[in-house]
T-cell receptor, first 115, second 116 residues
Framework: AQSVSQHNHHVILSEAASLELGCNYSYGGTVNLFWYVQYPGQHLQLLLK??????LVKGIKGFEAEFIKSKFSFNLRKPSVQWSDTAEYFCAVNKPNFGNEKLTFGTGTRLTIIP | DTGVSQDPRHKITKRGQNVTFRCDPISEHNRLYWYRQTLGQGPEFLTYFQNEAQLEKSRLLSDRFSAERPKGSFSTLEIQRTEQGDSAMYLC??????????????FGPGTRLTVL
C-alpha cells in the first residue's frame, strides 16, 4: 500500500524566512503528487500538483515543489513566508488510472509564522 | 460560490443514534469521494463514486456505514448505531476526468461529527 510521510509535524518561522516542508512517498509506480493547504477555519485547498513533465511545479501564493523521483520526494518550498501562510499543509499522492484516484495523505505539517 | 458543499457542518449525537450527511459536488463532476479526518491525521479514503455507481469502499467503512449517490449528483453518507470512535471530520471531494488526463479533487468544508 502506498504511504506518505511528512516528517515535520510543526514548523515555526519568522516572516520573510525561507520554507521547505518535506514529503516522501512509498510507491514504486507512476504517481501524481499534490500539496493541499488548510487555513484556520477553512477547507482543504489545492496549492499545487504534479502529474508529469517539468519536475519543478509552481503553485499559488508563491509556493513551488520539486519532484525528485530517485528520492521519492516532493518537497514544498517558498523563498519568503508571510504571516498569512500560517496553516496546515498536507502532501498527498495517488495512482493515475481511469477510475478511482483516491488520495493518500500524509499526517500534515502545521506551519506557524511569527510576525 | 459553486464549490463542494456539505451539510450539516457540525453534528453532535449520542452513541447509538443514526446520522446522515449530505454532499453536493461541483456541478458536472462525475467523481465523488468521501474521506474521514481525525485529529492530527490527514484525511483517509472511505469510498468512491463514479456517477451513481459506488466503485470502491475502504476497509475503514464498516457495515454501519453506507453511502449513496442516487442520481449521480449529490451523495449521502449514513452512519448507523454511532460509536465514540466515529467522531471525526467527514470530508467530501469531487472531480471530473477531462480527456486523457487525471483529475484534481476539490474538497468541501466537511461535517464535524461528535459522538457523546
Amino acid at each position: 500500500a502506498q504511504s506518505v510521510s511528512q516528517h515535520n509535524h510543526h514548523v515555526i518561522l519568522s516572516e520573510a524566512a525561507s520554507l521547505e516542508l518535506g514529503c516522501n512517498y512509498s510507491y514504486g509506480g507512476t504517481v501524481n503528487l499534490f500539496w493541499y493547504v488548510q487555513y484556520p477555519g477553512q477547507h482543504l485547498q489545492l496549492l499545487l500538483k504534479y502529474f508529469s513533465g517539468d519536475p519543478l511545479v509552481k503553485g499559488i501564493k508563491g509556493f513551488e515543489a520539486e519532484f525528485i523521483k530517485s528520492k521519492f520526494s516532493f518537497n514544498l518550498r517558498k523563498p519568503s513566508v508571510q504571516w498569512s501562510d500560517t496553516a496546515e499543509y498536507f502532501c498527498a499522492v495517488n495512482k493515475p488510472n481511469f477510475g478511482n484516484e483516491k488520495l493518500t495523505f500524509g499526517t500534515g505539517t502545521r506551519l506557524t509564522i511569527i510576525p | 460560490d459553486t464549490g463542494v458543499s456539505q451539510d450539516p457542518r457540525h453534528k453532535i449525537t449520542k452513541r447509538g443514534q443514526n446520522v446522515t450527511f449530505r454532499c453536493d459536488p461541483i456541478s458536472e463532476h462525475n467523481r465523488l469521494y468521501w474521506y474521514r479526518q481525525t485529529l492530527g491525521q490527514g484525511p483517509e479514503f472511505l469510498t468512491y463514486f463514479q456517477n451513481e455507481a459506488q466503485l470502491e469502499k475502504s476497509r475503514l467503512l464498516s457495515d454501519r456505514f453506507s453511502a449513496e449517490r442516487p442520481k449521480g449528483s449529490f451523495s449521502t453518507l449514513e452512519i448507523q448505531r454511532t460509536e465514540q470512535g466515529d467522531s471525526a471530520m467527514y470530508l467530501c471531494a469531487s472531480s471530473v476526468m477531462v480527456g486523457g488526463g487525471t483529475d484534481t479533487q476539490y474538497f468541501g468544508p466537511g461535517t464535524r461529527l461528535t459522538v457523546l
